[in-house]
């Protein structure tokens, strides 16, 4: 969070509106980034992908199949730290 900081001290520094809302700025800022993050990942190893098709594609490369374990985490405990 420290990058994401010093880019908002910048802005609010230079910006008289946002040095004046600083907190919603930067609950906003922090927010947007996360909803964007969550986009992100969520696409990329939700449905596009899924577990079974990962799973294949971990033993293709290394020639083992991921344990239950990991899949179990992938698919349910991941997405649930998500939320």
Request: net charge positive; with cysteine.
């Amino acid at each position: 969070m420290g990058g994401m900081e010093a880019v908002i001290t910048g802005l609010a520094d230079d910006f008289k509106i946002l040095k004046k809302h600083r907190k919603i700025f930067t609950f906003a800022t922090a927010f947007g980034t996360f909803l964007f993050a969550l986009l992100c990942i969520t696409n990329v190893s939700g449905p596009t992908v899924g577990v079974d098709r990962f799973s294949e594609d971990i033993e293709r490369m290394m020639g083992f199949k991921p344990g239950l374990y990991w899949r179990l985490c992938w698919k349910f405990v991941s997405p649930t730290f998500l939320l």
